[in-house]
């Protein structure tokens, strides 16, 4: 599952991130590494970009984005 897929009020721990360079980078650079927990607060009226809460901020995620963060389910 990536984090394009999920839904509000799920919680989803980050599995393995994909994509080279730059854009991986940037991910990384958010604070979505290996390991680390998401709540998914809300998702835009038109699907896009989601919103989620990791390492205790809040942050916007293009689904472009989410679809290279493989993740799964903790709870939700």
């Not at 999920?6 to 604070?31: C, F, H, N, Y």
């Not at 680390?36 to 995620?61: F, M, N, Q």
């Not at 293009?62 to 963060?69: F, L, N, S, V, W």
């Amino acid at each position: 599952m990536t984090l394009k897929d999920s839904k509000p009020g799920q919680t989803l721990k980050v599995i393995k991130i994909s994509g080279e360079g730059a854009i991986k980078r940037r991910i990384m650079d958010m604070g979505i590494t290996k390991g680390v927990e998401l709540h998914i607060r809300k998702v835009a009226p038109l699907g896009d970009p989601v919103e989620l809460t990791v390492r205790g901020y809040e942050l916007s995620v293009r689904k472009e984005d989410g679809q290279m963060i493989e993740t799964e389910i903790i709870s939700g």
